[in-house]
C-alpha cells in the first residue's frame, strides 16, 4: 500500500489492495513537506492517521477492503508500529523525482 504524495495534488491511495507493505511516497521534495495527517518521525519515517488512510482518494469504500485494512492495522500494533497516542501507523518513506 502507498500512501502517494505530490505537492500539487496531495494524498491518495496506491496498491490500496496490498496489505503487505505501507511506505509514504513522495514527489519531487527533498525536504520533509507539511502534509495534514503526516508527521515526519526522522527523514526515513512517518506516523500516518490510521482514520486518514480510508479516506484519501484511491481508498475502496468496501466492507471487504476495510476488514484487510484493519486486520493490516491490527498487524501493525502487534509489531510496534501504531504510536497508540496520535493513533497513527509508521510507514517508510520513499522519495521520487
Do not use: C
Not at 12 to 36: M, Q, V, W
Amino acid at each position: 500500500m502507498i500512501v502517494d504524495y505530490a505537492p500539487s495534488k496531495g494524498l491518495s491511495l496506491l496498491e490500496a489492495e496490498d496489505f503487505k507493505g505501507f511506505k509514504l511516497r513522495i514527489a519531487g521534495s527533498e525536504t520533509r513537506p507539511a502534509i495534514d495527517g503526516v508527521t515526519f518521525v526522522d527523514d526515513g519515517n512517518v506516523l500516518i492517521g490510521v482514520d486518514r488512510v480510508p479516506s484519501l482518494p484511491g481508498a475502496p469504500a468496501t466492507a471487504e477492503w476495510r476488514a484487510g485494512y484493519q486486520a493490516m492495522v491490527d498487524y501493525a500494533a502487534k509489531k510496534g508500529w501504531i504510536d497508540a497516542a496520535t493513533n497513527s501507523i509508521r510507514a517508510h518513506v520513499e522519495r521520487v523525482p
